[in-house]
């Protein structure tokens, strides 16, 4: 039986996918196959010898120690676009916020309280201080036009705003997908001088880290608002605070608040919103559950960090899998295991990813204990399974 660690709460849309008596799930099981995860940070979470995957229910993945991963074998998967719509939808709505001072206002409104009926009166005397723009017209940078940042391109133009994409590295999937009409940005400093808001979407990485910064924003437009629904690493937060008290920002929304930033006037700190709906929390829940069971029912990968997308339809009685380094001579090796053994092989298929491959091997003979044997001494070899 195969066993599944949650490590945050996960949506019964997922683990109900876990069909009883082929798998077990909880957040205390022994000797896992898998993790299932959301932000809890695995970086100092000792990987048990039995761990096959982790599937992250959710896009980022800088949770996760993905290298340390592949060089054990285990394979890293997320959820792309799975909880997108409610980052998009939440972004919208950051956007008017910010715009229309909606959160100082509420707050204000509500120290009216015991004024009896003066309020209506103090009310229409007080509105002015919060007067803001409407979003219509105005010019919005989207950074990123992945999963999220083409529904957020899409929908703000939508809203008649125009929008400016970047994104250096955009897929064809996504390209397809971007409205005509949203303006490309061939360089960040396109957006910087041209956009009234900004907003990011990319995942953390070194070269995303900090790109909110003080150089950064000098170049922008003065009063421009800022928006990170994507991780708090993305901005320098003291120089934040400091282009907020120049004025240079006027605002600046973040689901991933940090303790500098949460009394600045101007920061309107959301506390990791973005996928909390109930629809994002099952999507992801339910890929993340399907990853896995495709990967420890027949050795599949789909979604995976740091593994390519392979897959094979199992026709003959026995399978083999093989995840090795991408290094020369490695297919030879393997299918030479097979050939010392006197074992044919039905169907093969090998794919690679940066320094990772993975091999899957299907084969007549059931006896396989021997030939896996032989496949783990081969060098480069990381982790085989017999399925
Ligand atoms: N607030 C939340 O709850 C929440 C929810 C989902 C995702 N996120 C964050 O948002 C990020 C994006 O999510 P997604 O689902 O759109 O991911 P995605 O992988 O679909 O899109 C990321 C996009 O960023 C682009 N990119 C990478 N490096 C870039 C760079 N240097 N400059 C410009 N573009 C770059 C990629 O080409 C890709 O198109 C995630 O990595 C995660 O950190 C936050
Ligand atoms: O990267 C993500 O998908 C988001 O940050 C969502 O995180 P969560 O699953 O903890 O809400």
């Excluded at 799930?25 to 809890?40: C, K, Q, T």
């Excluded at 971007?178 to 303006?183: A, L």
């Excluded at 290094?327 to 030479?336: C, E, F, G, K, R």
């Amino acid at each position: 039986m195969y066993q599944i660690k949650t490590i945050n709460k996960i949506s019964p849309s997922g683990l109900t996918r876990f069909a009883p008596g082929e798998f077990q799930y909880g957040d205390e099981i022994e000797n896992p196959d898998a993790f299932i995860v959301r932000s809890a940070s695995l970086h100092e979470v000792e990987l048990p010898a039995s761990l096959k995957a982790i599937a992250r229910a959710g896009a980022g993945v800088n949770n996760i120690p993905v290298d340390k991963c592949s060089e054990e074998g285990i394979v890293v998967f997320n959820t792309p676009g799975a909880n997108a719509n409610g980052v998009k939808e939440l972004l919208i709505a950051a956007l008017i916020l910010s715009s229309r001072n909606v959160l100082d206002a509420v707050a204000w409104a509500k120290t009216l309280k015991g004024q009896g009926a003066d309020v209506p009166k103090l009310v229409e005397k007080g509105k002015k201080q919060f007067v803001g723009p409407e979003i219509a017209g105005k010019k919005l940078g989207v950074i990123g036009l992945g999963a999220i940042g083409v529904k957020v391109a899409n929908a703000a133009h939508a809203l008649g705003m125009e929008v400016y994409g970047y994104d250096p590295y955009l897929s064809v999937e996504a390209a397809w997908g971007i409205s005509q009409g949203i303006h490309h940005a061939a360089s960040l400093n396109v957006i910087y001088e041209q956009c009234d808001y900004i907003t990011i979407h990319v995942p953390l990485t070194p070269e995303t880290r900090g790109t909110f910064n003080a150089e950064s924003i000098a170049a922008m437009k003065k009063g421009v608002r800022l928006f990170n629904l994507a991780r708090g690493e993305l901005a320098v937060p003291a120089d934040i605070v400091e282009a907020l008290k120049s004025g240079q920002v006027a605002s600046y929304v973040v689901d991933f608040p940090c303790d500098e930033l949460l009394d600045v006037p101007g920061v309107i700190p959301i506390p990791h919103l973005g996928a909390s709906t109930p629809e994002s929390e099952d999507n992801c829940a339910a890929m993340a559950a399907d990853e896995l069971i495709a990967l420890l029912k027949t050795g599949a990968i789909r979604n995976s960090i740091n593994f390519p997308n392979v897959d094979m339809p199992l026709s003959s009685p026995a399978r083999v899998t093989v995840i090795h380094k991408n290094v020369p001579n490695m297919l030879s090796q393997i299918t030479a295991c097979f050939a010392n053994a006197g074992i044919n092989i039905d169907n093969i298929i090998d794919k690679s990813k940066k320094e990772m491959a993975y091999t899957i091997i299907d084969a007549a003979d059931k006896k396989l204990d021997a030939v896996a044997d032989a496949l783990r001494a081969v060098d480069g070899v990381i982790r085989v399974r017999v399925i």
